[in-house]
């Protein structure tokens, strides 16, 4: 994304029209608000149910936050990382997330990404 180091998306993006929410709140992963997100840094409040930043980086800072968190407790793909989301189960998830797709056709046979696979 171009412009300043620190600007927000409403200063990088012309034309004054509305932005999608992950980018008004500068929280491109849809973090929910609640007290893991007012733990992170940059928090400035809450829109539509989630955490709202005060930069595009503290929002990517967040995202990699929990990310590298669920890998420390041995969530490793998509699909694991979906399964760990509310409301999600093998019935809904693969019209829901792609990831959850791709790893039942790896199951299945077909090669699919890994980090670190050959």
């Known amino acids: 994304m171009g412009g300043q180091p620190g600007a927000t998306a409403s200063e990088i993006i012309p034309g004054g029209g509305q932005l999608p929410l992950g980018l008004r709140t500068n929280n491109p992963g849809y973090i929910p608000d609640g007290g893991v997100a007012k733990a992170l840094p940059g928090y400035k409040g809450a829109e539509g149910g989630f955490a709202a930043f005060e930069t595009p980086d503290h929002g990517l800072g967040a995202m990699d936050a929990l990310l590298t968190s669920y890998g420390r407790r041995g969530i490793k793909t998509g699909g694991e ?12 998830a693969g019209r829901l997330c792609p990831f959850y797709f791709s790893e039942q056709r790896s199951k299945r046979g077909h090669r699919s990404f890994r980090p670190g696979a050959a």
């Open 81 to 92: 990382l979906v399964r760990q989301l509310p409301g999600m189960n093998p019935s809904n």
